[in-house]
């Protein structure tokens, strides 16, 4: 019987950066930077592990280090080598290393990480399926939590999650990350301040097109269905109750004419019913072919502004008479954004502020389960063709 090869990786130097990003490019639709990847070749901020084969870089992994902690980032092997035993020789000599220069607790399993200690907080960025039962795992053990969003895909999951994060009595933050983008904040800020005027009429979009994607099967199990409304849509839902409040009512159409193979459809368009008479709509697309954006547009009597998360300016269009033409027409100001869509930084600094004492919990279980129930009451309108009220938590 022929003796399975060992394989041997070795340590990421600058002489790998080359092919590890080709590598990235290959295995992940947003790959690292070969600048990115560089930090893994820098003593006491990480390190990174390389298989090669036939001459050419055929899978890495890498790993941050912050003191006495080390979080493995990317493993990525190349598809002609998979399933031969690369991916988990980067990873055994990945956990080698750590052995090797103090990071001697390392967990493949959940609930023994928990059980161990050490921490205070639990950051959950898993597939959306895991998130009720690792969250309320995490709350019972005594830990506050950072959800990524959603909170969950189903009612009972959030009702879970929500009954544990008061029996807890522990801060449980929800990551609705459009809430630190700044163009985001901003429109926010100016629709408070009356720069528009009283708001009639708001609206935003996830667009995405999720066929580029070369990771991330979980998105369409069919035995855990990840409504696009729900799953990556709960930005732009999230975005529009934060500013114009809670929906009372969702009518949504949704199609599939891109991503056929998938078990949900990959189009929807919501109309909903806002407080003070507020109209609005959401459209999500994870089919769309475009760059990945959130265009959002706010009316009011006064003015319109419209921007996204993807550009270095927004626009405030007023309304303005020239006294030399005596016509009326519109001031367009540009404004300047900082580009942070994804502002997990922020997001983070706020979970470690409240569970310091230093401000106040803003997005919590509740919050969170409130926008999964607009989402799915858009689901629930597109199925059948009624008008639907969100079923919110308190």
């Not at 390392?106 to 023994?112: N, R, V």
């Not at 459809?265 to 919501?270: K, R």
């Not at 697309?285 to 990945?292: M, T, V």
């Not at 001031?331 to 502020?353: G, K, L, R």
């Amino acid at each position: 019987m022929e003796q399975k090869k060992r394989i041997y990786p070795e340590k990421l130097t600058a002489a790998h950066i080359e092919g590890v990003a080709r590598l990235e490019k290959l295995c992940f639709s947003q790959p690292w930077s070969a600048n990115s990847l560089e930090l893994l070749t820098k003593e006491g901020i990480g390190v990174g592990m390389v298989c090669s084969a036939d001459g050419n870089v055929c899978a890495y992994g890498g790993m941050m280090v912050a003191v006495d902690e080390g979080q493995i980032t990317n493993i990525a092997t190349h598809p002609d080598y998979r399933r031969r035993g690369y991916g988990r020789a980067v990873v055994e000599s990945l956990i080698k290393y750590a052995k090797n220069n103090g990071l001697d607790r390392y967990f493949t399993d959940y609930d023994e990480m928990l059980a161990a200690g050490g921490f205070d907080c639990v950051v959950i960025c898993s597939p959306d399926s895991f998130h009720c039962y690792q969250s309320v795992k995490a709350l019972e053990s005594g830990y506050h939590v950072l959800c990524e969003k959603p909170l969950a895909m189903r009612l009972d999951e959030c009702q879970q999650i929500v009954d544990a994060a008061k029996a807890a009595n522990k801060y449980f933050m929800v990551g609705q990350v459009c809430r630190k983008t700044p163009a985001f904040a901003l429109m926010k800020q100016m629709v408070e301040r009356g720069d528009i005027g009283e708001l009639f009429y708001v609206e935003s979009e996830y667009a995405h097109d999720y066929s580029i994607l070369k990771r991330g099967e979980w998105r369409k199990d069919p035995n855990y269905l990840r409504y696009p409304v729900v799953g990556g849509g709960c930005h732009a839902m999230d975005l529009l109750r934060w500013i114009a409040g809670d929906p009372t009512e969702v009518f949504a159409y949704s199609n599939r004419k891109v991503l056929t193979d998938w078990p949900v459809d990959d189009c929807t368009v919501s109309v909903l019913k806002y407080p003070n008479d507020v109209i609005g709509k959401v459209t999500v697309s994870i089919g769309c072919k475009r760059p990945y954006t959130m265009r959002t547009q706010l009316f009011g009597t006064k003015g319109t502004i419209l921007g996204d998360n993807k550009s270095s300016t927004m626009q405030l269009y007023r309304p303005y008479h020239d006294p030399e033409t005596g016509k009326d027409t519109f001031t367009t100001t540009e404004i300047p954004i900082d580009i942070a869509h994804h502002n997990m930084t922020a997001e983070i600094q706020d979970m470690c502020d409240v569970i310091l004492g230093k401000k106040e919990l803003e997005i919590d279980a509740v919050e969170g389960a409130n926008t999964v129930a607009v989402c799915l009451a858009a689901v629930e309108s597109s199925e059948t063709g009624k008008p639907v009220a969100p079923h919110y938590f308190a």
